[in-house]
């Protein structure tokens, strides 16, 4: 059973960077055709795809976020990250990693998002 | 970009009942990639459907899925306490990944 689990500072100081890591297990993130994203939700509200990497490094990003998010992978650690510079007040909310299976040489990502997860917090104030 | 639109935003039902929770589409989901997700207060959202009407693993048969191109339903057939939670549709044939704006189904 593949786990996923955020790890993270739950305070940042506005104009900083956010850095979050995702730690996988039961599961190599290595293996199979699989897309890793990350997500956000803001207090109260509906969910916001943030973007996703495969092993190989190919990255999707949600044009809203402009260029401040950015996602790796570290195959060594079975772990892949997420970057959001310049954070203000509205980037406060639950960050969550997940998985999905794609298709990367075809840009086709054939399942939606099926492990995720717990969450974290994550509150940008002074 | 893709929007999707869940109506309603509120849904009172009693235990027992039929809930049917819509989720429109601003173009034609590719493949009818759709899926539906629950979330309950605390906790990440489960995958419920996924492709318009395939259910998930582990997921009970109560939960059904329907619909293509532009609208879509999640049908629960018979409402159990542990089914009072926010649920979300999503798109995934095309980026960005979007999702709806949620429905919560409480008990009225």
């Known amino acids: 059973q593949v786990q996923l689990q955020e790890s993270g500072p739950g305070l940042v100081k506005p104009s900083q960077t956010l850095s979050l890591t995702c730690s996988v297990s039961?599961?190599?993130?290595?293996?199979?055709?699989?897309?890793w994203s990350w997500i956000r939700q803001h207090p109260g509200r509906g969910l916001e795809w943030i973007g996703y990497?495969?092993?190989?490094?190919?990255?999707s990003y949600n044009p809203s976020l402009r260029s401040r998010p950015t996602i790796l992978v570290d195959s060594s650690k079975n772990q892949f990250s997420l970057r959001l510079t310049s954070v203000t007040a509205a980037d406060t909310a639950v960050y969550y990693c997940?998985?999905?299976?794609?298709?990367?040489?075809?840009?086709?990502?054939?399942?939606?998002?099926?492990?995720w997860g717990q969450g974290i917090l994550v509150t940008v104030s002074s | 970009e893709i929007v999707l639109t869940q109506s309603p935003g509120t849904l009172s039902l009693s235990p027992g009942e039929r809930a049917t929770l819509s989720c429109r589409a601003s173009q034609s989901v590719t493949y009818n990639y759709l899926a539906w997700y629950q979330q309950k207060p605390g906790q990440a959202p489960r995958l419920l459907i996924y492709g318009a009407f395939n259910r998930a693993t582990g997921i009970p048969d109560k939960f059904s899925g329907s619909g293509s191109g532009t609208d879509f339903t999640l049908t629960i057939s018979r409402l159990e306490p542990e089914d009072f939670a926010a649920y979300y549709c999503?798109?995934?044939?095309?980026?960005?990944?979007?999702f709806g704006g949620g429905t919560k189904v409480e008990i009225k």
């Open positions: 999503q798109q995934y044939g095309s980026s960005p990944l979007t």
């Open positions: 039961g599961g190599s993130i290595s293996s199979g055709a699989y897309y």
């Open positions: 997940a998985r999905g299976e794609g298709i990367e040489n075809l840009g086709l990502l054939i399942s939606p998002l099926d492990y």
């Open positions: 990497i495969y092993n190989s490094g190919t990255t």
